[in-house]
């Protein structure tokens, strides 16, 4: 046996006569590395507590964020807060002071599901059954004109699927007509104008949290060929987004004893 198996063995042996030595739970140790060196052990995995707090909590209203860092006891010492309107984001991080900046809450905002339609509707245009199913199915997020109104209009466009379009002018109440003749076995038949508004008042709430933001759709549309497309266009979508997160940012603030900051952290 070679002097190195020997003093193997030798170490082995004497660990395992060695008595259990009770250490301090969430104490650091540096004890012998296998190459000779020393490393640091951590026993926070069976401390009563952590030693910090890492954590990165999710909020999704402004209450829930505010009382989040309510119950961490964030104050105005080591609390910082950051406003983001591009990631539509507000962070709070609780031990900023320390440096540790592990213990944070995001309160993150969400478009609304009508939000998320006409904004990706904007701009589109679209078949005259595709358009009137669509004004159905979002009735009650249009302030203007009213529901029966529109349901008028609907049906109007549902009864003139198959006509052969011909021209649009603007009427003197600012509206869109789009005459229309429709054929009888190949003679002319039924002739018609749809009057539809030029423009649509929307009530949206750009996030889940909002009130709703009153919005003007404008009316689009083309004639190709004798077929009718349309749709609306909506321009102040980035507006209403920046005046809805100023919003947030302001209630958060009051609840605050600390500044917030517009950028990102």
């Known amino acids: 046996m070679t002097d190195t198996t020997e003093a193997s063995t030798i170490a082995a042996i004497a660990q395992q006569a060695a008595k259990p030595n009770e250490l301090d739970p969430g104490a650091i140790y540096a004890v012998p590395s296998d190459d000779g060196g020393v490393k640091v052990v951590s026993t926070d995995d069976y401390a009563a507590s952590p030693r910090r707090v890492t954590r990165s909590a999710i ?58 339609a006409w904004s990706g509707a904007s ?79 929307l009530g949206l709430r750009p996030f889940t949290t909002s009130e709703p933001f009153r919005v003007t759709a404008n009316l689009r549309y083309r004639i190709d060929h004798g077929n009718l497309l349309i749709g609306f266009k909506l321009p102040e979508l980035v507006r209403v987004v920046e005046s809805a997160f100023n919003d947030v940012v302001n209630e958060v603030s009051a609840g605050l004893l600390a500044p917030v900051f517009i950028g990102k952290p």
């Open 59 to 116: 909020a999704r209203d402004p209450a829930t964020f505010l009382a989040y860092l309510d119950h961490r006891g964030a104050g105005s010492a080591g609390l910082e807060v950051w406003a983001d309107l591009n990631s539509r984001s507000i962070t709070g991080i609780i031990d900023g002071g320390a440096g540790w900046r592990g213990d944070r809450v995001t309160l993150q905002l969400e478009h609304s599901a009508e939000w998320l």
């Open 123 to 201: 701009g589109n245009l679209s078949s005259q059954a595709a358009f009137s199913d669509f004004l159905e199915d979002q009735i009650s997020v249009i302030a203007e004109p009213d529901g029966a109104v529109l349901l008028e209009i609907v049906q109007s466009i549902q009864g003139s699927t198959k006509a052969t379009w011909q021209s649009a002018d603007w009427l003197d109440n600012g509206a869109r007509a789009f005459a229309w003749v429709e054929e009888v076995e190949a003679k002319a038949g039924r002739k018609g104008k749809l009057e539809i508004p030029s423009r649509f008042t």
